[in-house]
């Protein structure tokens, strides 16, 4: 198995901390302006990892059944990322998104490169696109179609808040490294 690298974002002072419960809020109030454009998505699309649990949550609360993910890697530290936003395998199933509606979501727009290389990809493949994401920074290359609230911070997430779990006595990768 190999353990993705988890940032440790306990130093920082100046962040942003979204709690489980204002999770929940958070989805119902971005389903809500879902549907009070009149979008209405048939497939949504997950950018993993940070997508997937609000992707999860707003596809319950659109009541959209069609979900699939995608497999973005970019971020690999606090503030620190790969040159690129690089797509991941097991790769999107591309040729049922053609001529459909589909609703991108994502945990943040920070900079906007994974978010622009993915409904990149989408449009290219025939789809419509529209993209939701929690938070929006003011560096974000895209404008998101659906933001739930605009920050410069790092934020920190209900799911990434604690490092991932270990079997007992044994070192974390990054403690193997030291």
Not at 134 to 163: G, H, M, N
Request: glycine share 6%; charged share 25%.
């Amino acid at each position: 198995m190999t353990t993705a690298y988890h940032a440790d974002s306990s130093e920082l002072t100046d962040k942003e901390v979204l709690t489980w419960e204002t999770f929940g809020s958070a989805c119902r109030e971005l389903a809500t302006a879902v549907v009070d454009s009149g979008f209405e998505p048939e497939i949504l699309i997950a950018v993993a990892r940070g997508g997937l649990l609000p992707g999860g949550a707003l596809s319950y609360a659109l009541g959209v059944k069609l979900t699939d993910a995608i497999n973005v890697e970019f971020y690999t530290d606090v503030h620190e990322t790969l040159p690129d936003p690089v797509l991941l395998a097991p790769l999107l199933d591309t040729d049922s998104i053609k001529d459909r509606r589909l609703l991108v979501v994502d945990d943040v727009a920070d900079s906007g490169r994974t978010l622009a290389l993915v409904l990149e990809l989408l449009r290219e493949h025939g789809a419509e696109c529209r993209s939701a994401v929690l938070y929006c920074k003011s560096a974000s290359e895209v404008a998101p179609d659906f933001v739930w609230r605009k920050t410069d911070q790092w934020i920190v997430f209900p799911w990434s808040a604690e490092p991932p779990v270990t079997a007992s006595g044994r070192l974390t990768p990054a403690e193997q490294q030291a």
